[in-house]
Nanobody, 114 residues
């Protein structure tokens, strides 16, 4: 059974920080590039950070220098440390493979107030 369970979202003021976590099934995690996506109201879901099984990271320009993605192969988890949050970071955040698989979790809401 494929599972993706995101957690750690919340309401934070601009400039604040949050750490998101994703617990993934081994079938979707092991050996694959994993990423964090986000979807703001009225917008398409976008990839904001990705990490290979070897630890190579890549970020969207909008979050570069503020977000850090990491993974724990022993636990099949992917995390996203977000700092200096901005109102435009407000969205539902999801983890998934890169390229995205057909499986999605429920996501976790991040709201940044100005």
């Amino acid at each position: 059974q494929v599972q993706l369970v995101e957690s750690g979202g919340g309401l934070v003021q601009a400039g604040g920080s949050l750490r998101l976590s994703c617990a993934a099934s081994r079938s979707i995690f092991s050996g694959n590039v994993m990423g964090w996506y986000r979807q703001a109201p009225g917008k398409q879901r976008e990839l904001v950070a990705q990490i290979t099984s070897g630890g190579f990271r890549n970020y969207a320009d909008s979050v570069k220098g503020r977000f850090i993605i990491s993974r724990d192969s022993a636990q099949s988890t992917v995390s996203l440390q977000m700092t200096n949050l901005k109102p435009e970071d407000t969205a539902v955040y999801y983890c998934n493979q890169v390229p995205r698989s057909e499986y999605w979790g429920q996501g976790t809401q991040v709201t940044v107030s100005s």
